[in-house]
């Protein structure tokens, strides 16, 4: 394809993305989907530091993750969580990437904030999301507490395990092998 448009290794990276997060999803089983969240595929959303491109496998997978979800039975929500969970690892990513495109070559920058539109993103959507559908309105106390552990969760995934992957792929730039196209 012409330098505009999305090259193969493009789409490559992008289906591979949403198939690792969609896989990493149904890993972590029940805990992947309600009130409390343990998604291990959420460290997949620092990825965005390296690659705009990861941000659409993101998207892909989670959306895919949350339809798959949702007809097995293990998400409880249902496919609202495919619309308004997809929309916030979308806004997360974004937020991420924008993190690293200011902070360039500020890695230790990078890495403190990078985890943190994920956690924030999601305790607020999918948290406001869970209040609405289990309680049918927003009320207040339920929502703090949904937040609460949805971020919880996220911040678990995001700053444990996702802060040892992007210190992996800065070692000696690996992800520069990866990602060998920085601009989609």
Known sequence: MNRKGLSTNKLVQIA?????????????GPLAFGTVQFRLSEV??????FSPV?????????????????????????????VAGTSATLLAALATYAIGRVFGQNRLMQSILAPLPPVVFNG???GLELTLVFNGSLI??????????????????????GLVMVGVLYRN?????IFPIKQI
């Open 124 to 126: 607020i959507i999918v």
């Open 16 to 28: 591979v993305i949403g198939a690792l997060y969609t896989a990493l999803t149904f890993v972590s």
């Open 44 to 49: 997949l959303t620092l990825l965005p530091l």
């Open 173 to 177: 730039d690996f992800y520069r092998k």
């Open 54 to 82: 990861s941000i659409w496998g993101l998207v892909f997978g989670c959306f895919f993750s949350n339809v798959i979800g949702f007809l097995t039975g293990l998400n409880p929500i249902g496919l609202i969580d495919a």
């Open 140 to 161: 207040w106390g339920p929502f703090w507490g949904n937040l609460l552990s949805v971020a919880a969760g996220e911040a678990v995934v995001c700053y444990l395990p």
